[in-house]
């Protein structure tokens, strides 16, 4: 039966090459319309123009008393002015629509400044008088009133199509009483471990059989999802079993709301390898070595429609794959640009060794060197190379990539390394 993506020799694929079929079939998700409380992070897919002015009206930047500052003359702590106070507007309490001529109405930061004032005096120049005020100096005139749009015009472009909507823009949105927006959607993607020998973590130690482990890989590729911007549904596991397995994304399709799956373990060349034994049958799945380490065996197809992403076993493995074509393909399917993580260029901290024909990637971790005023990074090796080394992993912060035709790479080579985390963040 055709695989679909397999090259025609047979020989592994290049990274690039399988992330190229990957991405092939994948594509921007239709829009949907959400209410801002679910908009971080995701991307506009139209123009959002301003339906009102900001300020929407002018009003007092400070707590004081709105005074036409003709009729202050020149008022001193020695001599200060004495005028009438003909009422009071709080924010949202407009009850005082103008000031009389000599006299001052009482205002509160954020309230319409009645007709007629044309600036304000904050309490500090007063003795905050309920009925007359005493006035100690006079505001030039305009200060401190916040103009009728001085902010945003009726009919500016608030936020442009395209924009990945930050706290920023959602904040102006909500100020133009914009309540929803339409954004391309987090892709939900369904996270199974398949593997007889797994347990959840929740199991106590004391009930774990001695040929048992504990399923790392639903949670590390969940959260990896969920890093990525992307919703993961979290199905923990499946048993070595090709019918549960198909059973389990049967399910999926027939309840809807899935944009992908992606599954760890039985892609190998295992005795009880489900997941290919359950979708070759299908021919709408590839499966076949990619030139790197960690991550060899990978497989990545549609079931009846359903893109899926069946990674390896071994944590370190899955957790690459991931990385490096999962993630892609979800920020496809979100709109975001770059799809990968850029590589970034660092100095090595001691000598690697790499198998020949594979890419690896190493795991490492990043510091910034200030080196005069260049700022430029090292990167020093964690642990081994060996796919199963999760502490090593969450030790690390970054990959290594070690290229193709490159076996020994010594201390101080230039390598580009991909950063796993938000370097202000750690996550
Ligand atoms: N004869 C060959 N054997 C293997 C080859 C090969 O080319 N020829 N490739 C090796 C490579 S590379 C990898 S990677 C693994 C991939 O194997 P599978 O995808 O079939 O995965 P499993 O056999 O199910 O598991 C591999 C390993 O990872 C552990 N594991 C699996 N799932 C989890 C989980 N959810 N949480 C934690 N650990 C998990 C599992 O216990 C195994 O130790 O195949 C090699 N073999
Ligand atoms: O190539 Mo496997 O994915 O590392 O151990």
Known sequence: MAEPGADRTGAPLTVEQHLAQVLATVGPLEPVRLPLDEVRDLVLVEDQ???????????SAMDGYAVRAADLGSPSEAAPVELRVAGEVGAGQATTRVVPRGEVVKIMTGAPVPDGADAVVPYEWTDRGATTVRITRA??????????????????????????????????????GIA????????????????TELRDPATALADLPDDAIYDGNSYLLAAAVEAAGATALRLGLVADEPQAFLDVLARLRAEGGVHAVVTSGGVSQGDFDVVKAALRPLGTVWFGPVAMQPGKPQGFGHVEGLPIFTLPGNPVSSYVSTELFVRPALRTMMGLEPVSRPLVDATLTERVTSPPGKRQFLRGTVSVRADGLEVALSVSPVGGSGSHLVGDLAAADALIVVPEDVTVLEPGSAVQVVRLTRPEEGL
């Open 139 to 176: 505001p030039a005139v305009g200060a401190h009133l916040r103009g009728a749009g001085e902010d945003v015009t009726a009919g500016d472009l608030l936020v442009a199509a395209g924009t990945r909507l930050g706290p920023r823009h959602v904040g102006l949105l909500a100020s133009c």
């Open 180 to 195: 929803t927006v339409p954004v391309r959607p987090r892709p939900v993607v369904a996270v199974l471990s398949t593997g």
């Open 49 to 59: 123009v301003a339906p009102l002015s900001l300020p929407r009206f002018t009003n």
